[in-house]
């Protein structure tokens, strides 16, 4: 079984994670190169299997209560035709918890939000298989092999810096849009925990994003992806390679082939892995796996 280390909202960075204080200063985070048998039937790779949904859906998306940090679920419809992500370690259903696998877009989600809570809004689903509700099908091209989508800006230098944390962030969701946030630190109190003292869950970023397009089209090449997009995404360097229409604006994300693990105590035994990518011509990561038990 997978270690499931649960913070307060999710295990990855996006979400957020539970304050006690201060972060104390520790010496740089060493990284370790990952061979390619790390990929071979690993249970902490984030891994997805990508469904095309036959119906309107009902999911859940979880956020929490600025006023306390208790857990508050709100339901959606997701239409027919969205494309979703599930854990690719389960086998027998379609389950997906926010962390590990690639999130819905803020468009599908906005209906939802309110300014009394905060949080992505975590998509959660559980689908026993097989199912008429889905299809399998093939990873869409705009898609990150592995992980949740969300890439962090400064790349080897901010996984270094840990657990210093002050990346924004460049997330490609599953039904394909590219959202942008900037880093927005936020402290809420938290009375929820069952624990003695003061308690405060800190968020990196706000709920909507700062910057958000439709990916119209995209292409691969090696070990480039090309995005395609009719507007300009703030926050990212795109090339414009069109003067009008839906292909106007086109985003390079290379993929370095250079996957790196070391040491981060927000994911399971105390461990992760993240595959390193040039994105508009700089430095992005994502975390790709955590240590198993």
Known sequence: MKKQLITLLTLGLFAGILGFGGIEAQAETK????????FKDNPGLFSNHYYRLNKKTKVNLLYRAKTDSRVIIKSTYLPKGTVIAAEGFYKKQAFAQGYATADISYHLKRKTVSSKIFGSGDLHFKFKLPTSRLTRIKRPTYALPYGSGVLQSGGL?????LPTF??????????????????????YPDTDTGLPGNHTTTVYYATKPNSAVKINRSL??????YLYTSKRLAGVTQKKVRHSGAYKYRLTVHNNHKPVYYE????????????IYTVGGKQYYTVIAQGVN
Do not use: C, M
Not at 31 to 38: E, I, L, Q
Not at 264 to 275: C, F, K, P, T, V
């Open 264 to 275: 981060d105590s927000a994911y399971g035994d105390d461990q992760a892995a993240s595959s």
């Open 31 to 38: 990284t370790s190169p990952v061979g390619s048998d790390f």
């Open 220 to 225: 691969k090449k090696g070990a480039n992806v």
């Open 166 to 187: 002050n990346s924004d962030a460049l997330k490609i969701t599953s039904d394909g849009w590219l959202e942008y946030y900037r880093y927005n630190l936020q402290q």
């Open 157 to 161: 230098t901010s996984i270094h810096a």
